[in-house]
């Protein structure tokens, strides 16, 4: 059975800058697409940004293209979600997940206040 655990949140002023890692284990990583997800409250869950196996590809969500980057280390079987100029609304529990087998983390909370 395989396990993401992600870190790396917490509180950060606007225009801050955080982040994210998320650890896989108990599958073949370097082999998967993966991709971080947001839900923020009475929000529906939001699909942010995506990546390849190889890591050759990303893909992100229209709210936080130009701000985010996602990225990869197969060697370190790591998912990373650098979040730049980070606003209020960027406010949410954050989750990694490879969507083949429907692994999820338990989720890191990113607050956006000042």
């Known amino acids: 059975q395989g396990q993401l655990v992600e870190s790396g949140g917490g509180l950060v002023q606007p225009g801050g800058s955080l982040r994210l890692s998320c650890a896989a284990s108990?599958?073949?990583?370097?082999?998967?697409?993966m991709s971080w997800y947001r839900k923020a409250p009475e929000k529906e869950r939001e699909l942010v940004a995506t990546i390849t196996s190889t890591g050759r590809t990303t893909t992100y969500a229209d709210s936080v293209k130009g701000r985010f980057t996602i990225s990869r280390e197969n060697a370190k079987n790591t998912v990373y979600l650098q979040m730049n100029s980070l606003k209020p609304k960027d406010t949410a529990v954050y989750y990694c997940?490879?969507?083949?087998?429907?692994?999820w983390g338990q989720g890191t909370q990113v607050t956006v206040s000042s």
């Open positions: 997940r490879c969507q083949v087998y429907n692994y």
């Open positions: 108990g599958f073949t990583f370097s082999v998967r697409s």
